[in-house]
Protein backbone atom coordinates (compact mmCIF):
# COMPACT_ATOMS: atom_id res chain seq x y z
CA UNK A 1 0.00 0.00 0.00
CA UNK A 2 1.07 3.39 -0.81
CA UNK A 3 -0.43 7.06 0.45
CA UNK A 4 0.63 9.75 -2.04
CA UNK A 5 0.48 13.01 -0.40
CA UNK A 6 0.82 16.70 -2.46
CA UNK A 7 2.09 20.09 -1.61
CA UNK A 8 3.43 23.22 -2.70
CA UNK A 9 0.44 24.43 -5.22
CA UNK A 10 -1.09 27.59 -5.20
CA UNK A 11 -2.02 31.13 -6.66
CA UNK A 12 1.26 32.34 -9.24
CA UNK A 13 1.22 35.29 -11.91
CA UNK A 14 1.76 34.14 -15.21
CA UNK A 15 5.58 33.42 -15.87
CA UNK A 16 5.97 32.56 -12.37
CA UNK A 17 7.19 29.38 -10.88
CA UNK A 18 6.20 26.65 -8.38
CA UNK A 19 7.06 23.22 -6.98
CA UNK A 20 4.96 20.70 -6.31
CA UNK A 21 6.10 17.82 -3.90
CA UNK A 22 4.45 14.69 -3.45
CA UNK A 23 5.43 12.71 -0.63
CA UNK A 24 4.93 8.72 -0.14
CA UNK A 25 4.58 6.58 2.47
CA UNK A 26 5.83 3.16 3.27
CA UNK A 27 9.48 1.57 2.17
CA UNK A 28 8.66 0.69 -1.25
CA UNK A 29 9.08 3.66 -3.04
CA UNK A 30 11.91 2.68 -4.97
CA UNK A 31 9.73 0.20 -6.69
CA UNK A 32 7.56 2.56 -8.30
CA UNK A 33 7.39 4.84 -11.20
CA UNK A 34 5.87 8.28 -10.41
CA UNK A 35 3.37 10.33 -12.87
CA UNK A 36 2.06 13.62 -12.62
CA UNK A 37 -1.65 14.59 -13.66
CA UNK A 38 -3.97 17.69 -13.48
CA UNK A 39 -7.78 18.18 -14.21
CA UNK A 40 -8.45 21.75 -15.54
CA UNK A 41 -12.65 22.79 -14.69
CA UNK A 42 -14.64 21.31 -16.77
CA UNK A 43 -11.48 19.08 -18.58
CA UNK A 44 -10.46 15.52 -18.13
CA UNK A 45 -7.93 14.05 -16.36
CA UNK A 46 -4.50 14.18 -18.37
CA UNK A 47 -0.78 13.09 -18.62
CA UNK A 48 1.79 16.04 -17.21
CA UNK A 49 5.11 13.85 -16.80
CA UNK A 50 6.63 10.90 -15.43
CA UNK A 51 9.80 9.35 -13.82
CA UNK A 52 10.97 6.03 -13.81
CA UNK A 53 11.59 4.36 -10.28
CA UNK A 54 15.61 5.01 -10.51
CA UNK A 55 14.73 8.40 -11.19
CA UNK A 56 16.93 7.77 -14.47
CA UNK A 57 14.58 8.24 -17.03
CA UNK A 58 11.53 10.89 -17.38
CA UNK A 59 8.61 12.23 -19.80
CA UNK A 60 7.01 14.80 -20.53
CA UNK A 61 3.65 16.43 -22.36
CA UNK A 62 4.28 18.49 -25.18
CA UNK A 63 2.44 21.35 -23.38
CA UNK A 64 5.16 21.34 -20.55
CA UNK A 65 8.08 19.98 -21.98
CA UNK A 66 10.85 22.24 -21.37
CA UNK A 67 9.41 24.46 -18.73
CA UNK A 68 8.65 21.50 -16.01
CA UNK A 69 10.88 19.42 -14.66
CA UNK A 70 10.39 15.89 -12.62
CA UNK A 71 12.87 14.86 -9.88
CA UNK A 72 12.76 12.18 -7.03
CA UNK A 73 14.47 11.33 -4.35
CA UNK A 74 14.14 7.67 -2.84
CA UNK A 75 15.87 8.26 0.28
CA UNK A 76 13.13 11.08 1.11
CA UNK A 77 10.45 8.94 -0.62
CA UNK A 78 9.74 12.45 -2.25
CA UNK A 79 9.10 13.35 -5.83
CA UNK A 80 8.97 16.83 -7.27
CA UNK A 81 7.60 18.93 -10.11
CA UNK A 82 9.60 22.22 -10.55
CA UNK A 83 7.02 24.27 -12.60
CA UNK A 84 8.70 27.72 -14.43
CA UNK A 85 7.43 29.66 -17.03
CA UNK A 86 3.72 28.71 -15.94
CA UNK A 87 0.91 29.81 -18.12
CA UNK A 88 -2.63 30.38 -17.58
CA UNK A 89 -3.76 26.69 -18.76
CA UNK A 90 -1.79 25.23 -16.68
CA UNK A 91 -4.74 26.41 -13.88
CA UNK A 92 -5.56 22.83 -12.99
CA UNK A 93 -5.47 20.21 -9.74
CA UNK A 94 -2.11 18.34 -9.68
CA UNK A 95 -2.14 14.69 -8.99
CA UNK A 96 0.71 12.83 -8.36
CA UNK A 97 0.24 8.98 -9.44
CA UNK A 98 2.67 5.65 -8.47
CA UNK A 99 2.56 2.38 -10.39
CA UNK A 100 4.78 -0.65 -10.47
CA UNK A 101 4.89 -1.05 -13.96
CA UNK A 102 4.62 2.56 -15.37
CA UNK A 103 1.29 1.76 -16.55
CA UNK A 104 -0.52 5.39 -16.52
CA UNK A 105 -3.74 4.37 -18.28
CA UNK A 106 -4.87 2.77 -15.00
CA UNK A 107 -2.27 3.90 -12.23
CA UNK A 108 -2.31 1.44 -8.76
CA UNK A 109 -2.19 4.38 -6.17
CA UNK A 110 -3.67 8.61 -6.45
CA UNK A 111 -3.04 11.50 -4.30
CA UNK A 112 -5.49 13.88 -3.24
CA UNK A 113 -4.67 16.58 -5.39
CA UNK A 114 -2.98 20.14 -5.28
CA UNK A 115 -4.65 23.42 -6.96
CA UNK A 116 -2.15 25.44 -9.09
CA UNK A 117 -4.27 28.40 -10.30
CA UNK A 118 -1.81 30.73 -12.63
CA UNK A 119 -2.67 34.13 -13.02
CA UNK A 120 -2.58 36.02 -16.70
Known amino acids: QVQLVESGGGLVQAGGSLRLSCAAS????????MAWFRQAPGKEREFVAAISSSGGSTRYADSVKGRFTMSRNNAKNTMYLQMNSLKPEDTAVYYCAADSSADWGNPEYWGQGTQVTVSS
Open 26 to 33: GRTFSRYA
